[in-house]
């Protein structure tokens, strides 16, 4: 073989795998699905059925299992029948998307933001099916993506709607906790990559600890992907040996959570509780509860008043107020006075006295 | 504080190192007998699940390791059955295998892998000595985990058996002049099956000491690239150990180089630097390749053996 086919083949893996780690734009991506999208269903006891099309496994990760616990919680108030799609990629999601609507499946739930277009594509064909994605843009904040937001708000279906995907009320709170939990006055954040989207996570967290110590040091690192054990464990002891006691992640795995521990300083989790995983080393997690915002939908559904849920959700926020996102259970660590200044701003926040800015400017690690 | 950062570079690069190290090595040695692996990423994904399941099967991550070098040797039965025994083309067969190795991953993780995964790692040199006291400066060697120094080994191993054993000059003679070899009484096939075997169980214990030690868990595309990093090094090695080592160490190096930059924040696009393992990987290998003349690459590497 040439020499010439070789170095091709190479750079054809490899930047296969830089264009995996960028192709997400707001939800965990692994870099690589392997598994047919084929449907398996899973039969429960009701005639109300669902199919949740998922990136990864539903116990795989923190992101997919966040939101099939939120099914699982709405299941035991509605009863459903249930059926996953797991490891389906965003080429393979239409696929399955239009798999699941074309047996009459009653409620196609697509959980990721990079499932959009698909399920706009796929909903306008199936006008009697009903469809639930995720968007991390409120189309009523101005953002810097507001092209988007006017074209979901314009094209989205009628059979239609979206969940936010937009935990900033808990960042902040979690950049608050930080702060107030930091001995050395330095806190880390560590996401997969930069993207409007992203940076308003960020920044959310940044104004938080900010909020709660204004000469808070903070250090930001970007992993490139959400799952980058190896790349994650060493930006944790980069931030630690640079003075950092409490880090807050928000990747598809453990991996911080171990670092953390051994580099025995604490972190902040996302998307699911994961205190139980190491009390000592979790401080809190910042945890999507999807079900506060499935519950509307799936409900609508029932009870057959779709379109008055939807004329007023084709877009549910996530938010302290509506509990769809909040902090998860304390770790050790946690003092009963960084527990109650916490409550005070959360209670700021669900009453709008504080209202958590939106900034997706690029953040910097930064001293004040 | 910038000789910290540079203490700390260096200790960061060497605690990643075993994975593109043993990985690279294994790739070596089927390719110094004549038969690409082009399977590593899949490999790497493969025995990463298998890993964390032979973890649990014995809570020890010995036993992962070992999961990992058995899944790997399959993968590399698999290969040297359809490229040795009956010639067929060993790229379409390495893609092949890097599909199936992704498959098979999704495949046993969700059969096999409980969802409360959790590993331990393996012990440091500090651990294994008792030494409990607060490691600085060359002392920090210690807080390197056993593995690290066994890929070190294995770097020594690989390169005696290459270079001063009978084993070695049979195997480079079957990489480099099959017919040769093969007139000169060496067991063509015996010698390929055996080093593509040894060779692709190596790529697998690299992917499960990467889920093993690193995540101590498994989820999908954590491999992230490593394995097609492990085979461009040893291109980039001109396929002779002491070079690819040099190479693990550019490549792990960048690696931590880059999420260094970010935390004393150097204002360079942070894309930038997380793509910069892979770039620095694509121009060093146009740069190695385009310099002709001077290759040592395998003269038999990606021909089929025909015995006359």
Not at chain 1, 105 to 132: C, E, G, K, R, W
Not at chain 2, 11 to 40: C, E, H, K, W
Not at chain 2, 295 to 300: E, L, M, N, T
């Amino acid at each position: 073989m040439g020499k010439k086919v070789l170095v091709l083949i190479v750079t054809l893996g490899l930047l296969a795998t830089i264009l995996a780690g960028c192709g997400g734009g707001q939800t965990p991506t692994p870099t690589t699905s392997s598994a047919s999208p084929t449907p398996t269903p899973t039969p429960t006891s009701s005639k109300l059925t669902l199919a949740a099309i998922l990136y990864g496994h539903a116990n795989e990760g923190t992101w997919d299992p966040a939101g099939y616990q939120g099914l699982l919680t709405v299941q035991k108030a509605i009863p459903f029948e249930m059926s996953l799609s797991e490891a389906v990629s965003s080429q393979d999601a239409e696929k399955a998307i239009r798999d699941w609507a074309a047996r009459g499946t009653n409620i196609v739930f697509a959980h990721s933001d990079t499932y959009t277009d698909q399920l706009i594509t796929v909903a306008a064909n199936f006008p009697n099916i009903f469809f639930i994605g995720e968007f991390g843009i409120d189309p009523a904040v101005k953002a810097s993506e507001p092209d988007q937001a006017k074209y979901l708000k314009a094209n989205a279906p009628k059979n239609l709607v979206f969940l936010g995907d937009t935990p900033e009320d808990g960042n902040y709170v979690a950049g608050y906790a930080a702060a107030l939990a930091s001995k050395s006055g330095k806190i880390g954040i560590l996401q997969p990559f930069e993207s409007g989207t992203m940076n308003r996570y960020t920044n959310a967290f940044i104004f938080g600890a900010r909020a709660a110590k204004a000469d808070i040091e903070i250090l930001i690192v970007y992993v490139g992907d959400y799952l980058a054990p190896a790349e994650t464990r060493d930006g944790i002891k980069s931030m630690a040996q640079q003075g950092a006691d409490v880090i807050f992640t928000e990747l598809d795995d453990n991996s911080s959570i171990l670092e953390c521990a051994a580099q025995k300083i604490q972190c902040i989790a996302m998307y699911i509780d994961k205190r139980d995983l190491d009390p000592k080393t979790v401080l809190t997690s910042v945890v999507q509860d999807w079900s506060v915002q499935l519950k509307g939908a799936i409900e609508a559904v029932q009870k057959g008043t779709w379109a008055a849920f939807r004329d007023k959700n084709y877009f549910q926020p996530q938010s302290l107020a509506a509990g769809s996102v909040h902090l998860g259970a304390w770790g050790d660590a946690a003092t009963t006075e960084l527990k109650t200044a916490v409550s005070a701003i959360e209670a700021k926040i669900k009453s709008g006295e504080i209202k958590v800015p939106m900034d997706d400017s690029k953040p910097l690690s930064t001293t004040p | 504080m910038a000789l910290d950062l540079i203490v700390n570079l260096i200790f960061a690069t060497l605690n990643i190192l075993p994975i593109y190290l043993i990985a690279s090595l294994g790739g070596f040695l089927s390719q110094r007998v004549g038969v690409y692996d082009i399977s590593m990423e899949g490999n790497m994904t493969f025995a990463a699940v298998m890993g964390i399941i032979g973890f649990f099967m014995a809570d020890s991550p010995w036993m992962g390791l070992l999961m990992g070098f058995l899944s790997g040797a399959f993968f590399g039965l698999i290969l040297a059955t359809l490229a040795v025994k009956f010639n067929l083309d060993q790229i379409v067969i390495g893609f092949g295998l890097w599909f199936l190795g992704l498959g098979l991953a999704s495949f046993f993780y969700k059969l096999y892998v409980p969802s409360d995964q959790h590993t331990e790692g393996f012990p440091t040199l500090a651990q294994l000595v008792g030494y409990k006291g607060e490691l600085t400066g060359f002392a920090r060697f210690l807080e390197l985990d056993i593995i690290f120094y066994l890929s070190i080994v294995l770097l020594i191993v690989v390169s005696v058996v290459i270079y001063r054993t009978r084993l070695g000059l049979q195997m480079r003679a079957t990489g480099e002049n099959p017919s040769a070899a093969d007139a000169a009484g060496v067991n063509i096939f015996r010698i390929r099956y055996f080093t593509i075997l040894v060779g692709a169980g190596l790529v697998g214990v690299a992917g499960a000491y990467l889920a093993v030690a690193f995540l101590q868990g498994f989820t999908s595309g954590m491999v992230a690239g490593r394995g097609w990093i492990a085979f461009s090094i040893i291109i980039f090695g001109r396929w002779k150990p002491s070079n690819i080592f040099w190479g693990c160490l550019l490549f792990a190096g960048i690696n931590g180089l880059q999420v260094r930059l970010q935390t004393i924040g150097v204002t360079i696009p942070s894309d930038l630097l997380t793509m910069a393992p892979y770039i620095v990987t694509i121009i060093a290998l146009i740069i190695i390749m385009s310099r002709t003349g001077r290759s040592r690459i395998p003269s038999a590497l990606g021909i089929p053996y025909y015995r006359e």
